[in-house]
């Protein structure tokens, strides 16, 4: 079975969570969301999940998460979440807050919200369902997730907990495994060329030699997918064939 983009991404967004045990995930997003949930069915059995408001839950409900336990997972560690972005910079810097000065600004988007201790406390990804010069921008209007650069210049405090995993995109995956934690374009989708990826973004991208195609689902996991966990098909809604 051939997989398509939206599941080749709903994998991608998966793999963000192997290996990290008994953590809540916190996918925003309906490809995230699906990604997460294929992880724990097949390699993070360990992860949990929750209903976006206070219940933990598996296939069935499983326990009971009050605001305030969600807080403390959030400040301590033990959350990995997966954010959107309206705009990203080559260190990760993330901007869902306004476009524009933000004392005149030209679009107002979700707010800063909790971003800057998402970032600075538990590790972080993101996914971009359209990869393009308008989210990925030499500099972001707003700082809202802290990247790379300004937790370096904030200090100790700052770089402590600061673990910026991956971007995924409808495109790539990207990571800041470079010297400087600047983006990388760790694997490009079937289908996709390097050219293409380093055209859709505002800054020169560092290239791994050589870039890798991402890994598509196995049958298995296809199958997952389309019957157990997406069958209504959402994630063609966020990815289009």
Excluded: K
């Amino acid at each position: 079975m051939n997989a398509t983009r939206a599941e080749t991404c709903v994998l991608a967004c998966a793999e963000a969570w192997r290996g990290d045990g008994e953590i809540l995930a916190s996918p925003m997003g309906a490809v995230p969301s699906i990604g997460a949930r294929l992880a724990r069915h097949t390699f993070s059995p360990d992860l949990l999940l929750t209903d976006g408001e206070a219940l933990l839950v598996g296939d069935a409900v499983e326990g009971w998460l009050p605001y305030r336990r969600h807080l403390a997972m959030v400040t301590g560690g033990r959350r990995h979440v997966m954010m959107g972005a309206s705009q990203l910079d080559r260190y990760g810097n993330q901007n869902i807050s306004c476009i524009g000065d933000w004392a005149r600004p030209s679009r107002q988007l979700l707010g800063v919200r909790g971003a800057p201790v998402n970032t600075l406390n538990n590790p972080t990804s993101y996914w971009v369902p359209r990869h393009s010069p308008r989210v990925f921008v030499t500099t972001v209007d707003m700082v809202c997730g802290v990247g790379y650069d300004r937790a370096a210049a904030a200090g100790p405090s700052a770089t402590r907990f600061h673990d910026l995993r991956r971007v995924v995109t409808d495109l790539a995956v990207l990571d800041f495994h470079t010297p400087d934690r600047s983006m990388r374009i760790a694997s490009v989708h079937q289908g996709v060329t390097v050219e293409q990826v380093q055209q859709a973004t505002g800054f020169p991208l560092v290239v791994r030699d050589p870039v890798p195609y991402t890994r598509e689902p196995t049958a298995e996991e296809l199958r997952l997918i389309r019957e157990v966990l997406d069958a209504g098909g959402l994630r063609d809604r966020e990815v289009r064939p």
